[in-house]
């Protein structure tokens, strides 16, 4: 069946008319800056959209979306995004959001070529490799779930490890960064029990979140 784009507009027009029905001066109050608490670093994929999950209005939740949610110090996009929220817009929290059933991580585990991001998937493989024993004394069926989980870990190592992020610590800015996990199948967000504040205790908290990994998906066997 071939899209019709045309009835994008159309839904589009539907939707912006209910909303001022039911919710008079909605566009006006989106007319003011934003002033989001809350950014959200997640997977491209459409079936994870912060908004909704969050249950937070547009304007509350800063938003930037990649294939399988990576953070490396090479793409400048998405650490010009972290440098505006951070700088700008003064946000509080800074949640990198994995999911399980993520297409990235799955072909960065088994190794499937996709193309062209499998240059960008190589961060991936590097995490892959990093907990090779980890993910090798994991059940087969439980693999791909802990790879999303030390993924969404390891990017927020990586997020702390910028300049940005450093600096803004540095300066006495309160910021937090959070590793969760959302799930398809429940609707439900998970949470890798690493928050970060600051660099003090960085790398103990480092390993009790890796740590808890393991020991969780022992639980599940």
């Known amino acids: 069946m071939t899209a019709d784009i045309s009835k994008l507009f159309e839904r589009n027009r539907h939707w912006a008319a209910q909303m001022e029905r039911d919710r008079p001066g909605f566009f006006r109050s989106l007319m003011a800056q934003q002033e989001p608490k809350y950014m959200w670093i997640g997977c491209s994929d459409s ?39 951070v700088d700008q817009l003064k946000i509080e929290h800074l949640m990198v959001v994995g999911h399980y059933g993520c297409g990235g991580v799955k072909a960065a585990l088994l190794d499937q070529r996709v193309g062209l991001a499998d240059n960008w998937l190589r961060h991936i493989k590097d995490v892959r490799d990093r907990h090779a024993s980890l993910i090798a004394s994991t059940a087969e069926h439980l693999r791909h779930d802990v790879l999303c989980e030390l993924n969404v870990i390891e990017q927020v190592m990586n997020v702390a490890q910028t300049t940005v992020m450093q600096d803004a610590w540095q300066r006495g800015q309160q910021v937090t960064l959070h590793a969760w996990c959302y799930g398809l199948s429940d609707g439900l967000v998970h949470d890798m029990h690493l928050s970060v504040s600051g660099t003090g205790g960085i790398e103990e908290k480092y390993k009790a979140a890796i740590a808890g990994v393991s020991e969780e998906r022992r639980h599940l066997v």
């Open 47 to 85: 079936r994870v959209p912060a908004n909704q999950i969050t249950g937070l209005e547009p304007g509350e939740v800063f938003v930037h979306r990649n294939v399988a949610n990576v953070v490396v110090p090479t793409d400048l996009n998405c650490l010009s995004t972290i440098q505006f929220a």
